[in-house]
């Protein structure tokens, strides 16, 4: 994959997690009440994008 090879070392892992967290955000919201596991998630995945977003700026 051309793209990947443009990406940092190590940034797949963190797509992953941006991916997941976004998920399981999406469905914390809409289908349960834990409001805690929902700010969780929603927390992951802004340090993640942060993160990634550090590695390519770097």
Do not use: K
């Not at 793209?3 to 190590?10: I, K, Q, R, V």
């Not at 340090?47 to 990634?52: D, E, K, P």
Request: charged share 10%; aromatic share 6%; no cysteine.
């Amino acid at each position: 994959m051309r793209l990947m090879a443009s990406l940092p070392e190590g940034s797949e892992i963190i797509l992953m997690l941006v991916a997941i967290s976004g998920v399981s955000t999406w469905y914390l919201s809409n289908f349960s009440e834990n409001e805690t596991a929902l700010r969780l998630s929603a927390l992951l995945g802004v340090a993640s994008m942060l993160t990634l977003l550090g590695m390519v700026l770097m």
